[in-house]
């Protein structure tokens, strides 16, 4: 079993930076990669990131390449969401998951956290 536990949302100014933060416990070694997922009001869930736990492999979605960076520290089981230039648009519940491989399908992910909420303002 993984448990996965989000925080570091909030509400932050159009062009503001949020750090998001999950921490990972329980058999973390069996899953190789954590993803990041947002889910927007009256929308469907999206990928936004994906790192593998033993190398370092990325993958982002075109919408946020470039202004989020997601990172690991191995040592304490935590996966960071830096997020800079936040747009009206990136407001959403942010979830992070894990899989046994990176992806950037949801259906690959089968542990996932409680989500944290970030609403930026225009």
């Known amino acids: 079993q993984v448990q996965l536990v989000e925080s570091g949302g909030g509400l932050v100014q159009a062009g503001g930076s949020l750090r998001l933060s999950c921490a990972a416990s329980?058999?973390?070694?069996?899953?190789?990669?954590m993803g990041w997922f947002r889910q927007a009001p009256g929308k469907e869930r999206e990928f936004v990131a994906a790192?593998?736990?033993?190398?370092?492999?990325?993958s982002y979605a075109d919408s946020v390449k470039g202004r989020f960076t997601i990172s690991t520290n191995n040592a304490k089981n935590m996966v960071y969401l830096q997020m800079n230039s936040l747009k009206p648009e990136d407001t959403a519940v942010y979830y992070c998951?894990?899989?046994?491989?990176?992806?950037?399908?949801?259906?690959?992910?089968?542990?996932w956290g409680q989500g944290t909420q970030v609403t930026v303002s225009s």
């Open positions: 998951a894990a899989a046994q491989r990176i992806s950037v399908f949801q259906r690959s992910y089968d542990y």
């Open positions: 329980g058999r973390t070694f069996r899953r190789d990669a």
């Open positions: 790192i593998r736990w033993s190398g370092g492999s990325t």
